[in-house]
Nanobody
């Protein structure tokens, strides 16, 4: 059973950067596709970035060029480097498989970007 724990969120001003990390209790290397999602109040989970087992990446259009997803097999984490943050990036960020596995949703980590 894999348990995912997100960390690294915080409050920053527009234009700032944050690095989110997703730590897994089990091996994420056995999972083909890992992803970061975000959920703003009143909205559903939105796919932000996807990392395939072969290293391929996909990004939601609004974060392309600003966010980078990566996997650290030594640390068993999947990270999301976020730069040039905008107020509309404010949300709770979660990691999960893609497609998402309901049992893997964790508490997420809050990202708040002020203008």
């Amino acid at each position: 059973q894999v348990q995912l724990v997100e960390s690294g969120g915080g409050a920053v001003q527009a234009g700032g950067s944050l690095r989110l990390s997703c730590a897994a209790s089990g091996s994420v290397t056995s999972i083909n596709n890992m992803a970061w999602y975000r959920r703003a109040p009143g909205n559903e989970h939105q796919l932000v970035a996807l990392l395939g087992v072969g290293g391929s990446t996909q990004y939601e259009a609004s974060v392309k060029g600003r966010f980078t997803i990566s996997r650290d097999t030594a640390k068993n984490t999947v990270d999301l480097q976020m730069s040039s943050l905008k107020p509309e990036d404010t949300a709770v960020y979660y990691c999960n498989t893609w497609p998402p596995t309901s049992a893997y949703w964790g508490q997420g980590t809050q990202v708040t970007v002020s203008s």
